[in-house]
């Protein structure tokens, strides 16, 4: 039998391009000759609809475009296995639709829910009962529904739906299914992708199919679904230890379809030894997620590009090289033509010229910017296209350019040399560069409130206000360039600041969409050394061998986010023990204690009891951070991972415990 599993790229009830893609799905199927046809958990609805699948309407929605569905399987040769809720009850149920020739053959439901990081299924779903079987009618026929298996040419075969194959052995359904003597197990999943989750999922379909001495069939959604979670697109086709087929993950089509040829007819040995994955590549694969994610997000907002406060620091340099490999990746895999038309952001006119003469119209940029006396741009410059003899590179650059505005935005406390760092990267990705000082906003800020007071503000008495309002007066103007632009606005937040709230609410933390808050400091800091070595950006340079700063003290004081807060790699440390781990504060600072040479116990306990307390009175700020993308294996995002109360004793006993 020739198996196949498709990823698809959906959308939460976005009907016509859920459906579009299933029915492509469908089509190459057919052209293949497929004979069982797998498609992703929930794709009919989109698996992202929360809330939305406690209603009634949603459910039958999409049992009444299921009929569609239907009629597009018209192979008496090929099953298809379409993924959407089903409403009983009151009761709403994750199911598997088995398809052949018009005839719907039932409904297999999922029996375990996950309820743990980014997943709070139980919300929305019930879980089925094993070994119980129900009928429901719908426009007039009777339907089965429940712990089900079916049979096609001679194959019987049965479900798991994605946290049904991660339960343990004695729970998961794959024990029970192999006793009613099913052959092969079909997966439609929604997976996350989280870094290095990929070696997790290969084992478990190749254990799977080897300890239940089956064939295996999993497919997994595909890109940034509903804004936070992206799905990686895995295909695995797995017997008996063997692994038959894998797919290259985070694609940038709509449909990716792979397929294998299984002979059922036959016993091969089972193989004891699972052949491991080669080590993935995390900086790799943490590349091609965020840029894929970034896509994705652009042109399901409807959206003409992106505008960035550009610092020159590590994190805004991290989502200017996001949205240039953005450009990269997908002109690699979908061609210039194919890129710029799924983008939505470029015009028939620059679509037509650079298919054909490998530019945009008017060509590389000619103009030089304008310098003042402290040699910092006046307007804008286009620059990056004309420093390459390389026809792909240069179009990139140019296709960056229509994607990416950036501005830097100076005051008396920045260098010139975050300055230059912010330059040269947008010369090397080829964006739009802005330069404006906002000086005279924060003076007049500042001297409001002075009048207001009735006293001069200083820094010996207003360190952190005066810190502030240089961050916050950036917002409007950044936010105003996004407005006229109509595009999205990225602020630049990490992991490492998001926990101990090393942020100016309204100030840096303004914007759409906050892409890389799910990474940690350290990592992006490491990140940008690879990339511009690997991914050929030289503009990366200056900023990898600047200290993080926030620039906000006068230049004389020589601030870094490390004085102001400890070792990035320590306070990573510290969260991961904390809110991974789930340690107490005496906890982790015994295992800190362990883990450290030489370690200076005293200096320990000021770094965790200041992890702690700005942690406990920062959560209001983790509340209002704009959507961000669950790209490592655990977030901090209240809205996706990890919940903690506003208002709290703020670890007062534990911390005095220490």
Known sequence: ?????????????????????????????????????????????????????????????????????????????????????????????????????????????????????????????????????ETFDFGGETFTIGDLTFEHQGVTFGFEICEDAWRPAQDRPAGRLKERGVQLIVNPSASHFAMSKTDVRYQLVLKASRDYQVTYLYANLLGNEAGRITYDGEILIARNGELLKRNQLLSYKDVDLEFADVDFATEPAVKQDITPLPTPDEYRE??????????????????????????????????????????????????????????????????????????????????????????????????????????????????????????????????????????????????????????????????????????????KTDDLTLQNIQARVRAPSIWMLANVLNCLLITTSNRSE??????????????????????????????????????????????????????????????????DLMPYPLLNRIERLAFYERLSPQQVLARLEGELEDADVEQLKVYVRRFYSLWSRNQWKRERYAPSFHLDDYNLDPRSWLRFPILSGGFAAELGAL
């Open 286 to 459: 943490l590349n091609q997620a965020l840029s894929l994610a970034l896509f994705d997000y652009l042109r399901k907002a409807r959206s003409k590009g992106f505008v960035l406060s550009l610092s020159g620091g590590a994190d805004s340099c991290m989502c200017a090289v996001g949205v240039a490999e953005l450009v990269r990746l997908g002109v690699a895999e979908l061609g210039v033509e194919g890129f710029m038309r799924k983008a939505g952001a470029y015009t028939e006119n620059e679509i037509r010229f650079a298919v054909e003469y490998r530019q945009l119209p008017g060509g590389p940029v000619q103009e030089r910017p304008k310098e003042t006396d402290a040699g910092r741009v006046q307007g804008a410059s286009h620059p990056g296209v004309q420093t390459t003899g390389n026809e792909n590179r240069t179009l990139n650059q140019q296709l960056t350019r229509r994607l990416l505005t950036c501005a830097y935005q100076g005051t008396v406390n920045s260098s010139d040399d975050t300055y230059l760092s912010a330059k040269e990267l947008a010369d090397d990705t080829g964006a739009v560069f802005f330069s404006w000082d906002i000086d005279q906003e924060v003076k007049g800020y500042t001297g409001k409130i002075e009048h207001a007071l009735g006293r001069e503000l200083s820094w």
């Open 498 to 563: 998001a926990a101990v709230g090393y942020c100016t609410m309204d100030g840096d933390t303004a914007g759409s969409i906050s892409p890389i808050a799910g990474v940690d400091k350290a990592f992006v800091k490491q990140w940008l050394v690879w990339a511009e070595t690997e991914l050929n950006y030289p503009g990366l340079h200056r900023v990898n061998n600047l200290q993080p700063t926030a620039e906000l003290r006068p230049l004389e004081d020589k601030q870094t986010d490390e004085r």
């Open 1 to 133: 039998m020739r198996l196949a599993g498709a990823a698809l790229n959906q959308t939460p009830i976005d009907w016509d391009n859920n459906l579009r893609t299933i029915r492509e799905a469908i089509e190459q199927a057919k052209d293949a000759q497929v004979e069982l046809l797998c498609l992703p958990e929930l794709c009919l609805t989109g698996y992202g609809c929360e809330d939305l699948f406690l209603h009634d309407w949603l459910s039958e929605t999409a049992l009444q475009h299921l009929q569609t569905v239907r009629q597009c399987c018209t192979d008496p040769n090929m099953v298809v296995c379409v993924g959407l809720p089903v409403r009983l009850q009151g009761r709403t149920y994750n199911t598997a639709c088995v398809i052949r020739n018009r005839e719907i053959l039932g409904f297999a439901a999922k029996q375990w829910l996950a309820n743990d990081g980014v997943h709070y299924e139980p919300r929305f779903f019930t879980s089925w009962r094993a070994g119980t079987i």
